[in-house]
């Protein structure tokens, strides 16, 4: 099925000069699409609490959603659906427990009726109110609408975006946005890696340090460290429970965990009985040169099974993409740097966020807007880069690291099988954060006089492929993998 050209308009993209912070970049949430479970989730919140604004949450006796575009192709397989029932209930993706998810999916199911904002109850036939429709809204590839109703007469209807990365915009807030001309208040306002190097250059500040300035500008230094870690917490809480879950991932592929096997066969007899002393523990453990790939594609596997299988973990900048970063980091915490600790996990983070907010405001993380290269390319991009900074490069190797590391995903598709984010997503994050390791030492090794593509150039060059991508590559689960292999037959 071909559609509408909508996907090369640029209308929806955040206006430039907006603040994006690394707060923004990487969201703790639930997996296992951060633009097709977070993002809805995030709507349905938003449409509860438009209701409950306008008075009109009380008197509802009906809601029902639309899904469009692509989050109707894939929801299912992403999962869009429970995320939108979650939403409704009143859950907030940064906190539910894990284990709760079931239960309430559960009950919606098997009783037919929701909870609305965890105040009321009304009927809710999921198999019904939940409307999967085919066709794309023009605003973008990502669309869904919520309309409540009172004695069967619609009473209130709003329609939201899933941006990617769980952002999630109204049609009406970006073109206010676009007369308002907002701009940023940050002391280092950033849109492009030209203008992030010069501040360096001038301050003669590392990116990171140009980046905490910015958040310093919207949070004390406190919380900007307390959230920073936390985030790491998550991340690292991620993979352990990734490496020490086995099984089969849901949704009918049958795909068998991995990261259970190859950390058991790495790690061997060990001692350890939290996240923490795991990490002291794989410290301690030999690492061979081959053993290298397997520790990174472990830690990578472990996060996105973990996604998979609808667990917390840390948009980076999509839950598609999420085990990159975590993957990254591990890396140098337990081969490069056994010394290392909240302080260089805090400079990696602050600089892999900064990268994907260029890339977000230059073209996309939504895969539905620019497939694959969106996602695992710029978590690449955003890895290589703050490993390049721990590492000791300069800015400018920092930004090549950058660069390197999204030169080579250029063009890369969206096709998961069965619109699940299984095959080929989970293997996937392995290549993303081995590219990015590799990225991080070409750089290194790099004169950046040599250098001969700027970031911002293959920023746009990445733009432009997206608009030129056909859109059966932009997670409509419509062409490559996705059709070639039968769901029946895995
Ligand atoms: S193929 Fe890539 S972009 Fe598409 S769902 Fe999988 S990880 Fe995300």
């Not at 993409?321 to 010394?339: D, F, Q, R, T």
């Not at 602050?350 to 405001?361: C, D, P, R, T």
Request: overall charge negative; charged content about 20%; hydrophobic content about 40%.
């Amino acid at each position: 099925m071909q559609h509408s050209t909508i996907f090369a308009d640029t209308k929806w993209k955040l206006k430039m000069e907006e603040c994006i912070s690394v707060f923004d970049m990487l969201k703790i949430g639930v997996g296992p699409s951060s633009s097709h479970t977070l993002g809805p989730w995030r709507a349905a919140e938003r449409f509860l609490s438009e209701l409950r604004t306008e008075n009109l949450l009380q008197q509802i006796d009906k809601v029902s959603v639309d899904l469009y575009g692509s989050l109707s192709l894939t929801g299912k397989g992403h999962a869009t659906d429970l995320a939108v029932m979650l939403g409704l209930s009143g859950q907030d993706p940064e906190y539910i427990p894990i284990e709760n998810i079931d239960v309430i999916i559960k009950s919606i199911q098997s009783k037919s009726e929701i909870k609305l904002g965890n105040e009321i109850t009304i009927s809710f036939d999921f198999a019904k109110d939940i409307i999967f429709n085919k066709n794309f809204l023009d605003y973008h590839a990502n669309a869904l609408t919520f309309t409540a109703q009172m004695n069967d007469k619609s009473i209130y209807k709003s329609t939201f975006y899933s941006i990617g990365g769980g952002f999630v915009v109204k049609e009406e807030r970006i073109n206010a946005k676009a007369k308002t001309q907002i701009k940023c208040a940050f002391p280092y306002p950033i849109d492009k890696a030209s203008e992030l190097l010069d501040y360096c250059k001038k301050e003669s500040k590392s990116i990171s340090e140009i980046v905490y300035e910015n958040e310093k500008s919207m949070r004390g230094e406190t919380a900007i460290s307390f959230e920073l870690i936390r985030i790491w917490s998550t991340m690292l809480e991620c993979m352990y429970i990734g490496c020490h879950s086995e099984g089969i991932l849901p949704g009918g592929l049958n795909v068998r965990r991995r990261a259970f096997d190859m950390h058991q066969n790495l790690i061997g007899l060990a001692n350890y009985n939290s996240p923490q002393t795991w990490l002291e523990e794989i410290r301690k453990t030999e690492v061979k040169f081959r053993q290298i790939l397997k520790w990174v594609s472990c830690f990578a596997l472990a996060v996105n099974e973990v996604n998979a299988a609808l667990g917390r973990v840390v948009t980076a900048p999509t839950n598609g993409s999420a085990g990159v970063i975590p993957a990254v980091l591990m890396y140098y915490l337990v081969i490069e740097n056994h010394a290392a600790g909240e302080k260089e996990i805090k400079q990696f983070l602050l600089v892999a966020g900064e990268i994907g907010s260029i890339f977000k405001k230059g073209s996309t993380i939504s895969a539905a807007m620019g497939g694959c290269q969106a996602e695992i390319g710029v978590s690449s991009s955003m890895a290589a880069a703050a490993l390049c900074e721990l590492m000791g490069g300069t800015p400018e190797q920092v930004l090549m690291a950058a660069e390197i590391a999204m030169e080579h995903h250029l063009g890369l598709t969206c096709d998961p099988i069965g619109g699940l984010v299984q095959i080929p997503c989970i293997e996937r994050n392995t290549m993303g954060a081995i590219k990015a390791i590799n990225a991080a030492e070409l750089a290194l090794e790099t004169d950046p006089k040599n250098a001969k593509v700027p970031l911002d150039k293959v920023i746009d060059t990445m733009w432009q492929t997206a608009k030129d991508m056909n859109n059966k590559y932009k997670e409509t689960s419509e062409g490559g993998l996705a059709i070639a292999v039968n769901m029946a037959d895995c």
